[in-house]
């Protein structure tokens, strides 16, 4: 990225030139003597088997700064925790492994159901819901990163240019947004180009300016899993468990801090992974079930500020969409062919087709219930209702990983 | 070859007339065990779906019982685990009285011993039980008291408190069970003693200066209200 126009009403921190990553990695090590950075990894133990993690883990020796790594592993069985732990050994900082599928980690979450907590399935809400509990548990990082591990072209850089803004001192930001260019031969990132900026569009011409929207609107990538936060507002925000878990984090950072200190950082000239399939026909699945997720997540946050949703809005909210995508389709064209880049503009507009059939489910959806979108309750009050959730959890992280 | 024959066959009549009699008892024990069981299984199953129906576990979550079992590794739930224990706990009764009925006298004073240690038991675990709940509640009101009043280090003094008084506790539990209680006795002494001295000793060398200070301010402000007393009556 060659421009340093600041949109929207968050920073954005670009990358002019060529930053030396050594120079950020040297401050970094000097900033986190007072405070200290946990990276939590929600992952799953078939992105150990894929290209992904080897070289995150490649990456992750390398980086001196981290106080601890965090790992929630998902759909393992007890051999292939070890197996992870033996792949995980060749990183210096402590690593600490959360085996979901572990009978202690179990009854943990059993804990929380007969406490009346509804944590939600399996996914990376509840992974790294578990991920931020076990760092306040632990106590010893003021400062939580997060990112993905099917990151295919990982380089300890975007770690770093992530950790940065909250680690700094005088910076003062409490969260930062990680983006990037989603291009390889082709354009990518269709649920963020074609579905999350053309609704906020369409959302802002039907209702007016609103506080939420102008948010959202101003990331340059709102879907990015890839965010630096500091450890209390791990502590208060209420985090989605399934698609909407992006979007619905947006939202919470939005209703409790200023964006002023909210920024979003340039962390890679390109990012490549896992790519899902758009599943026109099966709204349960692939990129349908994510664009009804965002969708129901985003109504959700705009009804609890007041926004009054009807039949009529709904209607409308389709076609305004709609008109909004099909521009956005002919700009992205441009963009591509000036690039030299491949751009099936059929194949597109067949995408957005879609994407209006899941807004049209989504909004018949939030109708009949507007509270069904889950969220993971804070851990504020999770510990009001279960003093020693922390202390257990720690025991069950600490005996499985002995 | 009769009196041979009487030989072998006495021994073995006599072994077959004490099984015969012996039997009925066996046979008692045995029924007793099947019904101990049935019955332990059937009140470990309604015990288990009581304490289920009364929210026992979430009530262990809040009161630290959970944590308790998770310190011991156990990863159960309260009420399955509370079963557990009520279910073994009437296993081995059963056992002693079906073994009672064989009317062997060696078993029978073992068991008579067996019998007479449960109150002792029981009372160590209700020790054991309430004095938990006692620590929790003592180290934690010193907590909040020591951080409204400023202490630096406020969770230190509640952790140290905490720390002493399950000592106490262990020891009284130890002394029930008739657990080597003389060695009890003076472990306990010598810990307990060792700590009040080191705390008398410390206080009484490091605290000279604000002892004197404190009688001084005492005793200067005693003069100022004599003084005021006198000044009063104009």
């Given amino acids: 990225m060659s421009d340093f126009y600041q949109s929207g009403i968050i920073t954005t921190l670009h990358q002019l030139g060529k930053p030396s990553l050594e120079r950020i990695e040297s401050e970094l090590l000097g900033y986190v003597k007072t405070r200290p950075v946990a990276l939590a990894l929600p992952a799953l133990y078939s992105e150990f088997e894929g290209p992904a993690m080897p070289g995150i883990v490649q990456e992750l020796a390398k980086v001196k700064y981290l106080n601890e790594i965090v790992l929630v592993l998902d759909k393992a069985s007890e051999k292939d925790f070890k197996r992870v732990r033996e792949f995980m050994s060749p990183i210096s900082t402590e690593v600490k492994i959360i085996h979901n599928d572990s009978k202690r980690i179990n009854e943990i979450y059993e804990t929380f159901a007969r406490n009346g907590f509804n944590v939600g399935e399996r996914g990376k809400g509840r992974s790294a819901w578990i991920a931020y509990g076990y760092i306040l548990a632990r106590a010893r990082s003021d400062v939580i990163a997060l990112h993905d591990c099917d990151i295919v072209t990982y380089s300890r850089e975007l770690l770093a240019r992530l950790c940065y803004p909250v680690v700094h001192p005088n910076l003062d930001y409490v969260f930062c947004k990680g983006y990037y260019s989603r291009v390889s031969s082709g354009l990518n990132g269709r649920v963020t180009r074609l579905l999350v900026t053309p609704l906020i569009k369409a959302l802002e011409q039907l209702i007016g300016p609103h506080d939420f929207l102008a948010f959202l609107d101003s990331f340059r990538y709102p879907l990015s899993g890839e965010f630096c936060m500091i450890t209390d507002l791990a502590r208060v925000n209420r985090i989605p468990w399934d698609w909407g878990l992006e979007v619905g984090s947006l939202a919470e950072v939005h209703r409790n801090y200023s964006p002023r200190r909210v920024c979003q950082v340039d962390i890679a000239a390109n990012y490549e992974h896992k790519h899902q399939i758009l599943s026109a026909d099966d709204a349960s699945k692939g990129l349908m079930k994510m664009t009804v997720d965002i969708c129901k997540s985003i109504f959700r946050t705009l009804a609890s500020e007041g926004v009054v949703f009807s039949d009529g809005l709904f209607k409308s909210l389709l076609v305004s969409y709609l008109r909004q995508a099909e521009d956005t389709i002919i700009k992205y064209e441009a963009d591509a062919a000036i690039n030299g880049l491949k751009f099936d503009r059929h194949e597109e507009a067949m995408a957005v087709e879609a994407f209006t059939r899941a807004i049209a489910m989504a909004t018949q959806v939030f109708m009949e219930n507007p509270m069904t979108t889950p969220l993971i309750p804070n851990w504020n009050r999770v510990i009001s209702a279960i003093p020693d959730i922390f202390e257990m959890l720690k025991m069950a992280v600490d005996e499985d990983n002995k | ?234």
């Avoid at chain 2, 066959?9 to 077959?16: A, K, T």
């Avoid at chain 2, 020790?127 to 709940?133: E, F, H, P, T």
């Avoid at chain 2, 605290?207 to 209200?225: L, N, P, Q, W, Y």
Wanted: cysteine-free; aromatic content about 8%; charged content about 15%.
């Fill in chain 2, 1 to 234: 070859m009769m009196d041979f024959l009487n030989l072998i066959l006495d021994p073995l009549q006599e072994v077959f007339l004490k099984f015969k009699v012996f039997l009925p008892n066996l046979l008692a024990m045995l029924i007793i065990l099947v019904l101990g069981i049935v019955l332990a299984k059937l009140v470990k199953a309604i015990l288990v779906k009581s304490l289920i129906a009364i929210n026992f576990d979430s009530w262990s979550d809040r009161m630290g019982f959970t944590t308790l079992m998770r310190k011991g590794d156990v990863w159960g739930k309260p009420s399955a685990t509370l079963g557990a224990i009520i279910f073994w706990l009437m296993i081995i009764l059963t056992l002693m009285i079906g073994l009672s009925a064989l009317k062997i006298p060696a078993i029978d004073s073992l068991v008579t011993e067996v019998f007479n240690y449960i109150p002792r038991a029981f009372s160590a675990a209700l020790i054991l039980a309430i004095g938990y709940v006692l620590t929790g509640f003592v180290s934690q009101g010193i907590l909040i008291a020591a951080v409204n009043s400023g202490y630096h280090y406020a969770k230190l003094i509640a952790e140290a408190i905490r720390t002493l008084l399950m000592v106490l506790i262990l020891a009284m539990a130890m002394e029930q069970l008739q657990i080597a209680p003389s060695i009890v006795l003076a472990a306990f002494t010598i810990i307990f003693g060792g700590i009040v001295t080191a705390l008398a000793i410390s206080f009484g060398v490091g605290g000279i200066d604000a002892a004197r200070r404190m009688i001084e301010r005492e005793s200067a402000g005693k003069s100022v209200e004599e003084t005021k007393d006198d000044i009063d009556p104009l």
